[in-house]
């Protein structure tokens, strides 16, 4: 459990996997800040909510402090923001399209992790936590520029936990399986879903609250010297 002194802080944490994640940070007694450029359902979310752009440098840095001014500090960052994919060929990839799934998935996860820096390295339990994909590692063909996007932030993963490890600051990424949120059931249908899961070791589908418990417990005092790691959570279906 997280003392009540414990801020968190959730990009794109309005709907899906955010949402989840941000209530389960909530429930396990963090103060939880959401970052998102649409209001969240959830009417407790929503009273810690702030309109905020993760590509855009200057509101990411009005955002962080006035989160930090209210509770007095920043000590979890949870980079979740992005953007999923339709499938299509490689050739129909555009440049813009491509820069714009770096610039969402990716630099966003930087440039919020610039903006908290500060106050992260001025906190005793700073953590961030990266939302990465397992496409990574399938390949997912017809989502090249999702997953370039996805595998950077593995990339930067493991150069922010040397950087801020001198500050005692932990930096993870986690993998979710196929889970059913808005934006994955866009370009995926039941049967979809069921191959996924009849692929795994444990034949449960994944939900938000797995991966939401992951993250908790990375931002906790147990997992205070794990750090630079990719964790996956899918049920083991990698294993295959």
Do not use: W
């Not at 209001?39 to 590509?55: F, H, I, N, R, S």
């Not at 939401?212 to 794990?226: E, H, K, N, Q, T």
């Amino acid at each position: 459990m997280a003392t009540a002194t414990t801020t968190a802080v959730v990009t794109g944490g309005s709907r899906g996997l955010g949402a989840a994640i941000a209530a389960r940070l909530r429930a396990d007694g963090h103060a939880v800040a959401v970052l998102d450029v649409i209001p969240p359902d959830d009417t407790d979310l929503a009273a810690g909510y702030t309109e905020c752009d993760v590509t855009e440098p200057d509101q990411l840095d009005a955002a962080m402090t006035a989160i930090a001014g209210q509770h007095g500090g920043i000590d979890v960052l949870v980079n979740n923001a992005g953007l999923i994919s339709p499938r299509r060929p490689y050739t129909e990839s555009s440049k813009q399209e491509l820069l714009r799934f770096l610039t969402v998935n990716a630099v966003g996860y930087a440039l919020a992790t610039q903006a908290a820096h500060p106050h992260l390295t001025a906190s005793d339990r700073g953590c961030v936590v990266n939302v990465a994909s397992r496409t990574f590692f399938t390949g997912g063909p017809g989502q090249l520029a999702y997953v370039a996007s996805k595998g950077a932030v593995l990339g930067m993963t493991r150069v922010l936990a040397r950087e801020l490890g001198e500050h005692g600051v932990t930096v993870n990424a986690v993998m979710p399986g196929q889970v059913a949120t808005p934006g994955t059931e866009q370009y995926n249908s039941e049967d979809d879903f069921d191959r996924t899961m009849a692929q795994q070791a444990i034949r449960r589908r994944v939900q938000p609250d797995d991966l939401a418990g992951l993250v908790s417990f990375l931002a906790g005092a147990d997992a205070r010297m794990i750090t630079g790691q990719t964790i996956v959570c899918d049920g083991g279906g990698l294993l295959h």
